[in-house]
């Protein structure tokens, strides 16, 4: 069974930064990729950044480029998300997720397989 299990989400000023991490057991992850997604109440998962567990390459949305780095580090099982330069409208629950290999939509939150628990950032102006 796969277990993800996020931390590092807290209350920062805007401009400042934070470090998610994601632990994940369960199996080898190799040929799968992995995900940041953020919700706000009332609004669908958004997609933030992906990773590619193999080759580590990434993918991420327009509103985070620049500010955000998705990492991984193979030998811990764990997934991390610089976000530097924080604005308020980053303010959301964020999850990691694990999508399995596949050509379905990498930014789409049905086509995950396993979810995190989510945890809470907090933005302030």
């Known amino acids: 069974q796969v277990q993800l299990v996020e931390s590092g989400g807290g209350l920062v000023q805007a401009g400042g930064s934070l470090r998610l991490s994601c632990a994940a057991s369960g199996r080898t992850f190799g040929g799968y990729s992995m995900g940041w997604f953020r919700q706000i109440p009332g609004k669908e998962r958004e997609f933030v950044a992906k990773?590619?567990?193999?080759?580590?390459?990434?993918l991420y949305a327009d509103s985070v480029k620049g500010r955000f780095t998705i990492s991984r580090d193979n030998a811990k099982n764990t997934m991390y998300l610089q976000m530097n330069n924080l604005k308020p409208e980053d303010t959301a629950l964020y999850y990691c997720a694990v999508k399995s290999p596949s050509s379905s939509p990498y930014y789409t939150a049905a086509h995950y397989d396993y979810w995190g628990q989510g945890t809470q950032v907090t933005v302030s102006s």
């Open positions: 990773v590619w567990w193999s080759s580590g390459n990434t």
